[in-house]
């Protein structure tokens, strides 16, 4: 069957961890104009490009073989168990099927190329009618792409980029508890430059004035979701439709990956939920490094009560000694 050509004008969702992009991307996935790539394709990085986003980071890999580490990608996607991840997609996945598919392709050789193939292989990954080979216009995201403005808006010139900002103190905290789960407290300052990355593209995209980056605050759509998304439909041309105000995965309610627990739509109850949460050495990193960007998307300053240098709860000695060293001299 042949293969439906990418849409000129693709929406790509941009920023960090924990800001709200899985659920933008939810909001989009019931709409009939759009195909929603269910999953994070990292496509820059499996081309082999240089990632500097810190929870992502790989150097730039001339070779690389833009099919294999695709199949790997869908194989971790197929194996994971994780709700607090990007996507919970194995029970759907067919791994094999796709398999066979991207055998039979030929090796991508730009970014346009390659999109095509994940958007093509789509029916193969997911068998059971979830996604056909009709014309519709491509929805992504990776938590990375902020730092790929330029690359895929040379691949694709009418592209739109949707980027999701959150308060920096409650991105703190939920990046925090998202790495904690796996790995005790994080390194804070890879958490920190993480949140300092996306925030410092989305401020030079504001200042440049570029009419396809549009900056949302997560809070702002939670909050006033029905305001928020229509005014964004409007301005990246997508016609209105009530199911933006809904949000799924593959055309099922979406129950989020919050590291609050299961929600059950758009969830305004715990946007403040970080004032009790923050330590007070979160709340100081967050006023000495992230000021700017802070008064720049209009949040309040914060500073959590206690000891800045005291020891947070779940960190350990040696993480403890790294941490307030690294911060004092960074």
């Given at each position: ?113 390659a999109l095509q193939l ?79 990355s996306s925030m410092d ?130």
């Amino acid at each position: 069957m042949p293969q439906a050509i990418l849409n000129p004008s693709p929406i790509f969702i941009l920023g960090c961890h924990k800001s709200g992009t899985s659920l933008m991307r939810s909001l989009f996935d019931g709409h009939p104009d759009l195909k929603v790539i269910p999953f994070e394709s990292h496509v820059m990085a499996l081309m082999g490009e240089q990632v500097l986003y810190d929870y992502r980071k790989q150097e730039a890999m001339p070779q690389a073989d833009f099919k294999a580490n695709l199949l790997q990608l869908l194989r971790q996607y197929a194996s994971s168990k994780d709700r607090t991840a990007d996507a919970m997609l194995s029970d759907d996945m067919d791994v094999s099927s796709a398999q066979q598919f991207i055998a039979s392709a030929d090796q991508p050789t730009n970014v346009k190329e390659a999109l095509q193939l994940i958007v093509d292989c789509l029916p193969h990954v997911f068998p059971q009618g979830r996604f056909t080979h009709k014309p519709s216009r491509l929805v992504e995201k990776s938590v990375e792409h902020h730092g790929f403005i330029d690359e895929l808006h040379r691949a694709f010139p009418d592209a739109q980029f949707i980027h999701l900002i959150r308060n920096p103190y409650a991105n703190v905290v939920g990046l925090r508890k998202f790495k904690a789960k796996l790995q005790g407290y994080p390194l804070f300052y890879r958490v920190m430059r993480s949140i300092q990355s996306s925030m410092d593209v989305a401020m030079d995209q504001g200042s440049s004035m570029n009419k396809n980056h549009h900056v949302i605050r997560h809070e702002d759509l939670v909050q006033r979701p029905e305001q928020t998304m229509q005014a964004l439909a409007k301005a990246v041309n997508l016609s209105w439709d009530e199911c933006l105000l809904s949000p799924s995965v593959m055309a099922e309610p979406w129950s989020g990956n919050s590291s609050h627990g299961q929600t059950k739509g758009i969830d305004a109850s715990k946007v403040d939920a970080w004032q009790t949460q923050i330590h007070a050495f979160e709340s100081w990193q967050v006023n000495r490094k992230l000021n700017q960007q802070r008064k720049a998307f209009n949040y309040p300053r914060f500073q959590a009560r206690g000891f800045t240098l005291s020891k947070v709860q779940g960190e350990s000695w040696s993480r403890f000694v790294y941490n307030r060293l690294r911060s004092l001299i960074g």
